[in-house]
Structures are given as structure tokens and as C-alpha cells.
């Protein structure tokens, strides 16, 4: 098996991180709260930038146990064909989405990486902002993707801790650990300009996972100094399959390791989805969360028609407000819901991509 590398073991890094989180810690909640609010209104005003997250495809080759769309289990299968894509972008944009996450499972022969381009190029004709949470590419790959529209990537690594990884991760593609770690890095390198990491909670000690994750978020910032990085906290929910997670993660520890986060990474995108309850969410609005989901469908499709019942999503959502409901949650919190920050005229691949691959510009511009 291969070792983790130096930069994610380097515990000089998270000493700070490390005594706000640790048991018994002597910052107590209330000042740790304290202390993010006045950053997060610092350096992001009272505002909340908006997403919403359109599931393409369930069909996938990997064995995840936590997870509802793995191979085993016995969830229909199926994708959204372009007709259909544009038909759920449509019902998005009438609720004001113009930010927007496209996902699939990992590599197969229905949802591969000609479908998910062609998913981007019908995107980002309708959207502002279009990113992906999908399987590991090449350079290459997210090369054409970001000349496709797509401006970010979402990856998570689910756990830092190699042994748990091996053993939750039971067949398929994404049992390979270090390919998976290496692919924020591939996607900045192949001129993608965001990239967003997690730990999924409650699959491993969710202390050693948050310190592994605060050191790739570092590493990437220190490597990569233009690139937007942001810092998801998703938290295990029940989901087809009924795993339960072997570590409880609790409301207390998940808002200390927000705060922590924001005292930490004081100009990194916080995101937090509607895996939480509405109570939490609107709790951590504010308190250093700065980018959220809103009227999530985890089944394929599901904004244009009404999901099945039988029709089972990867896990089941928390915050089933509508986005009406939610922003005006937003507004009565004095926060101003953002549906857009971003120009479309700024899409294509980073400079950076450019300034490395000079060949690439001069074509790119004929
Ligand atoms: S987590 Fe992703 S890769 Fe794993 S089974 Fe689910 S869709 Fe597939």
C-alpha cells in the first residue's frame, strides 16, 4: 500500500485546527461562534450564494456501502437524455437557479465522459456556473470539460483514513485512494478554476478526517494560490442499503468544525447542503457558512416531474424547504440570498492553464 504523502501528515499545519476541535478543547463554542460570525461578516457581507444540484445519472460500477446508487443494490437505473436535461434546467431556472452542480456515479458506458460533456455543453447554454460532482478524469479530460462550460469540480475523498477507505469502498473504480486524492490537482492543472473537497462525516474518526481535510485544502491554496477552493461538510444520512455509520457525529461537533474551519480558512467558500436539517442550516447561516444548496433532488431528475415514490435518491434530503421558503429564511436572518456571482463571459479554462500551455491559448482564440 502506498503512504500518504508528507503535506497530509504534517500535523505543524493544523495545530490551530487541532485545539478548537479536540475533545476537551479549551475554546469554548460560544466564542468559536463568536469569533467566525465577525470573519464571515468581514469577508463575505450577509450574503449566501445559492446552488442547486441536478443528479444525471444513477448508474455505476462501484461498490461505496454507504452509498444508494451502488452496484449492488437494486435502485432502477437510469439518465436523463438531453431532451430531459433541458426540461429539468428549465423548471431550475424558474425558481431562480442559475448556479448549478451536474453529478453522476462513476464511469460506465451509459454515463461516460462524452455524457457528462455533452450534459455541460446543454448547461451552460441556460446556467451562469456550471460544476460536476463525478467520477476521476485525465488532464485532458477536464481540459475539454472546462472549454465545455464547466468552471468547477466537486470531489470528495470520504475519508483520509486509508484503512477505513479500503474497507468502505468494497469494488469499482473509486476503490484506488491515491488516484482519487490526486484529482483536485489534475482538474486545476487541466485549467478547471474551482474545486470543492469534503470528508463524507461519520465514516471515520471525524477529527483525524478534519485535520487531513484542512491539509489538502492548504496544499491545494499553497500550490494552486488563484484557484477557488471551498470546503463542504456533508454528514452520513440513512440512504438504500442502510448503512449505519460507526461514528456519531453530532450537531456540536459539526458547528465547531464549521467555525474552526472559517477561523482557519477565513476567504474559503464554507458549503453546507440540505443533508442538514433546516433548524441547522439556518443556525450555521451567518456563523461561517457562506454557500448552500437549495430544493435538492437526490433521485435523477426530479424539477420537472414529481420523482416516483418508489424512485429511490442517493440519500435522503433534510431540508426539503422550497427555495421561496428557504431564501425567505434568509432574508429574515438579515442575509441576502445570492443567486448569482458569477459571469459566464469569465468561463473556459484558468489562466493559469493558459500561462503553462501557451500553445493552447493561441489555438483556443481562432
Ligand atoms: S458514492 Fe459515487 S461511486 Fe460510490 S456507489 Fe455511490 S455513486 Fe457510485
New binding site residues.
Given amino acids: 500500500m502506498n503512504e500518504l504523502p508528507e503535506w497530509l501528515t504534517d500535523s505543524r499545519e493544523t495545530a490551530l485546527l487541532s485545539a478548537m476541535l479536540a475533545p476537551g478543547s479549551s475554546y469554548s463554542l460560544e466564542s468559536l461562534a463568536a469569533e467566525a460570525r465577525a470573519i464571515t461578516l468581514r469577508r463575505f457581507g450577509r450574503t449566501m450564494t445559492l446552488y442547486a444540484p441536478l443528479y444525471l445519472s444513477n448508474h455505476?460500477p462501484?461498490?461505496?456501502v454507504y452509498?444508494g446508487?451502488?452496484s449492488d443494490r437494486t435502485t432502477v437505473r437510469r439518465r436523463l437524455e438531453p431532451d430531459e436535461i433541458e426540461r429539468e434546467l428549465l423548471a431550475l431556472k424558474k425558481i431562480g437557479v442559475t448556479d448549478l452542480l451536474l453529478l453522476t456515479?462513476?464511469r460506465t458506458g451509459a454515463a461516460g465522459f462524452d455524457y457528462l460533456k455533452k450534459s455541460v455543453e446543454i448547461a451552460s447554454k441556460h446556467m451562469q456556473r456550471v460544476s460536476v460532482e463525478a467520477f476521476p478524469m485525465s488532464g485532458d479530460e477536464y481540459r475539454e470539460l472546462a472549454l465545455s462550460g464547466c468552471t468547477g469540480i466537486t470531489i470528495y475523498q470520504e475519508t483520509y483514513d486509508l484503512r477505513r477507505y479500503e474497507e468502505l469502498h468494497r469494488w469499482?473504480p473509486?476503490k484506488d485512494f491515491f488516484h482519487r486524492l490526486e484529482t483536485p490537482a489534475r482538474a486545476l492543472d487541466g485549467g478547471i478554476k474551482t474545486v470543492g473537497l469534503g470528508v463524507l462525516l461519520g465514516l471515520a474518526d471525524p477529527l483525524e478526517d478534519a485535520l487531513m481535510l484542512f491539509r489538502h485544502v492548504r496544499h491545494l491554496q499553497r500550490t494552486y494560490w488563484r484557484a477557488g477552493i471551498s470546503v463542504s461538510f456533508p454528514r452520513m444520512r440513512p440512504q438504500t442499503g442502510g448503512y449505519a455509520p460507526p461514528f456519531c457525529v453530532s450537531d456540536h461537533f459539526l458547528a465547531r468544525m464549521i467555525f474552526a474551519f472559517r477561523i482557519a480558512l477565513p476567504d474559503t467558500d464554507l458549503v453546507l447542503s440540505t443533508r442538514e436539517s433546516p433548524a441547522f442550516r439556518d443556525g450555521m447561516a451567518g456563523l461561517g457558512i457562506t454557500r448552500m444548496s437549495i430544493a435538492s433532488r437526490t433521485t435523477v431528475g426530479g424539477y420537472d416531474e414529481e420523482s416516483s415514490a418508489a424512485e429511490k435518491g442517493?440519500f435522503d434530503v433534510f431540508d426539503d424547504r422550497s427555495a421561496e421558503d428557504f431564501c425567505n429564511a434568509l432574508r429574515a436572518k438579515n442575509i441576502e440570498p445570492v443567486f448569482k456571482n458569477w459571469e459566464p463571459a469569465y468561463n473556459g479554462p484558468s489562466s493559469e492553464y493558459f500561462e503553462n500551455n501557451p500553445r493552447q491559448e493561441a489555438q483556443s482564440c481562432h
Fill in positions: 455505476c462501484s461498490g461505496c452509498c446508487f451502488a456515479g462513476e469499482g473509486k442517493q
